[in-house]
Each structure stands twice: as structure tokens, then as C-alpha cells.
């Protein structure tokens, strides 16, 4: 099975500050890869797929890089309603596994 | 609207079975893959059975192999997932969700999810 490992498990950031998340998969996955934004509460949520592309409706804020096994999330200027649990996870195969989760808390 | 909408949880005693269902709407059901994925209380998400297209391909999860079946009606549009011989740590939130992807491309992804429903293993 493919291991995917999310830095940092949680962070505090201020509105404004520019947050990196990063995701390490265990072998190479090319971009089979995507990012989750999931609320308390509330399902998941597509942000970024195919490493890089923006889902239709996701604030520009957000962006994702990456390829092979190191994979970043991105947001350029935190706002209050990203407060949020992100995941990452891998499509590559088969048992399709997810990071751990990073909790994003507003300072 | 594409939308998914799961029903069928509940509180069920060890060893015991159970069958959610995930109604689909906006979309037809078997023109795509439709993935489970559950969430352990205050866990993260962990992915559990995908139905192909076609219907003809079926994978599990290793912690629910030859325990879980996933099925699909389409006159009904509706996914299925029976569950049985049911532990204490299949206890979470089991969420349905789309698998879309770009033509030829062979990237996928989950996309939409449904709100969830939540399975309670216990005595």
C-alpha cells in the first residue's frame, strides 16, 4: 500500500499569513494525487486534483504543486473560513489511502 | 444538481450486519465509479470499496475484505454497501462519493461527497 505522510499535523496561522501544507507519498504516484478540505462536521471537499488543478469554484487562494512523491498545498493569504481539516490523498491505486490530516486553526 | 445521499446507519451489536445505500441524483450512477470512504470518530478518512463504471470491477479495503459487498441498482440509481460480521472498530461515518476524472487523462478524483451516515457498532 501506498503511505502518505501530511506536515504539519496541525498549524495556527493569522488572517493574511500565506500556509504551506505538505504531503509525502511513499512511492512515486506521478499527479494521482488531490487535496480535501473537510469542516467539523461537513463531508470533504475537493480543492485541488491532479496535484495542480483548481477546482471549479475554489477560491484562487489555493494552489497545489508537486509530482512524483512531494506534493504541496498552498493558500496564498488565510482567511477565516479555511479553518478547516485538509487531506491528501492518492489515486495512483488501489487502496486509494489518504494523509493523516493537517487541522488549520485561526489565530 | 450532482448530489449523493446516504441512508441506512445505525447502532448494530458485534457480529451483526447492515446496509447503507447512497442515492444518487443529476447523474447517472453506472457511468461512473462510486467509491466508500468511512471516518472513525475524530480520525481521519479511510477509504473503503470502489465499484467500477461497469460495474464488473470491485475493490476493498484489506480491513474489510470478504466482510463488506458493494453493489449497485441502477434502475434505482442507488449504490449499496452491506456490511456484515461488523466490529467495534468499523464504528464511523460512511460517506459515498463520486469518482470523476479527465478523459484519457487517467487522473481521478472524489468528487462530489455525500453528508455521511454514521455506523455505531456496540453492545
Known amino acids: 500500500d501506498i503511505q502518505m505522510t501530511q506536515s504539519p499535523s496541525s498549524l495556527s496561522a493569522s488572517v493574511g499569513d500565506r500556509v504551506t501544507i505538505t504531503c509525502r507519498a511513499s512511492?512515486?504516484?506521478?499527479?494521482?494525487f488531490n487535496w480535501y478540505q473537510q469542516e467539523p462536521g461537513r463531508a470533504p471537499k475537493l480543492l485541488i486534483y491532479a496535484a495542480s488543478s483548481l477546482q471549479s469554484g475554489v477560491p484562487s487562494r489555493f494552489s497545489g504543486s508537486g509530482s512524483g512523491t512531494d506534493f504541496t498545498l498552498t493558500i496564498s493569504s488565510l482567511q477565516p473560513e479555511d479553518s478547516a481539516t485538509y487531506y491528501c490523498q492518492q489515486t495512483y491505486s488501489t487502496p486509494y489511502t489518504f494523509g493523516q490530516g493537517t487541522k488549520l486553526e485561526i489565530k | 444538481q450532482v448530489q449523493l445521499v446516504e441512508s441506512g446507519g445505525g447502532v448494530v451489536q458485534p457480529g451483526g450486519s447492515l446496509r447503507l445505500s447512497c442515492a444518487a441524483s443529476?447523474?447517472?450512477?453506472?457511468?461512473?465509479?462510486i467509491h466508500w470512504v468511512r471516518q472513525a470518530p475524530g480520525k481521519g478518512l479511510e477509504w473503503v470499496a470502489v465499484i467500477s463504471s461497469d460495474g464488473r470491477n470491485k475493490y476493498y479495503a484489506d480491513s474489510v475484505k470478504g466482510r463488506f459487498t458493494i453493489s449497485r441498482d441502477s434502475s434505482k440509481n442507488t449504490l449499496y454497501l452491506q456490511m456484515n460480521s461488523l466490529r467495534a472498530e468499523d464504528t464511523a461515518v460512511y460517506f459515498c462519493?463520486?469518482?470523476?476524472?479527465?478523459?484519457?487523462?487517467?487522473?481521478?478524483?472524489?468528487?462530489?461527497w455525500g453528508q455521511g451516515t454514521l455506523v455505531t457498532v456496540s453492545s
Open positions: 462519493a463520486k469518482d470523476d476524472y479527465y478523459d484519457g487523462s487517467g487522473y481521478h478524483w472524489f468528487d462530489p
Open positions: 512511492q512515486s504516484i506521478s499527479s494521482y
Open positions: 443529476g447523474f447517472t450512477l453506472s457511468s461512473y465509479g
